[in-house]
């Protein structure tokens, strides 16, 4: 089946730059998806495609695909970032979604 | 504006049902696919299963097989969603989420709705 592996948990300083990966188990790699969830909200979707922003969404936050691994950077982290970090992929072909185990970010 | 309001919190004992529900607004109800994904306390985000609100197709997660079932009403635009012999490690908070009209992910979601199971 279809797996993406996050880290449990990222720490940065306020203003610098937080790498979170996302790692498949399989080729081909299918689209990722990141959502952010604060602490008692629903997730909010942050990067789609890999590495487009919806609308709303700061530009610190990018996406990047190489191979198996995809990577959400957030450039001059703000102590609002502190949250839950989810990718997402789906399995069109059989028709199953699926998240990695969430990475915890925060901000020293 | 797109809003999935879901149904309140529930307690349910082992063994029992679960219904909750989800109404969305704001959107062309039959365009956009449905989901249920849940997390359990503490931990992360769970698929459970998708409906097309037009025709009623559904597809779930292996691991829910035979014990879930989501479906729609579209006179009140309202997808629900049944877990049958719920267990302890059933307990979570259940959210709707829209699908995306133009990738595989969740563009909306509901704000959950909080399951306790306890005898």
């Known amino acids: 089946s279809y797996e993406l592996t996050q880290p449990p948990s990222v720490s940065v300083s306020p203003g610098q730059t937080a790498r979170i990966t996302c790692s498949a188990n399989?080729?081909?790699?299918?689209?990722v998806f990141w959502y952010q969830q604060k602490p008692g909200q629903a997730p909010v979707l942050i990067l789609y495609k890999d590495s487009e922003r919806p609308s709303g969404i700061p530009g610190r936050f990018s996406g990047s695909s190489s191979g198996t691994t995809d990577t959400l950077t957030i450039r001059g982290v703000q102590a609002e970032d502190e949250a839950d970090y989810y990718c997402q992929s789906a399995v069109s072909s059989s028709t199953y979604w699926v998240f990695g185990g969430g990475t915890k970010l925060t901000v020293l | 504006q797109v809003q999935l309001v879901q149904s309140g919190a529930v307690v349910k004992k082992p063994g029992a049902s679960l219904n909750i529900s989800c109404k969305t607004s704001?959107?062309?109800?039959?365009?956009?696919?449905l989901h249920w994904v849940r997390q359990a306390p503490g931990q992360g985000l769970e698929w459970m299963g998708i409906i097309n609100p037009s025709g009623g197709k559904t597809t779930y997660a292996q691991k829910f097989q035979g014990r879930v079932t989501v479906t729609t009403d579209a006179s009140t635009r309202t997808v629900f969603l049944e877990l049958s012999s719920l267990r302890f490690e059933d307990a979570a908070v259940y959210y709707c989420?829209?699908?995306?009209?133009?990738?595989?992910?969740?563009?909306?979601w509901g704000r959950g709705t909080l399951v306790t199971v306890s005898s």
């Open positions: 989420a829209r699908n995306s009209g133009f990738d595989l992910s969740f563009d909306f």
């Open positions: 399989t080729l081909p790699k299918e689209h």
């Open positions: 704001g959107y062309s109800f039959s365009a956009y696919y």
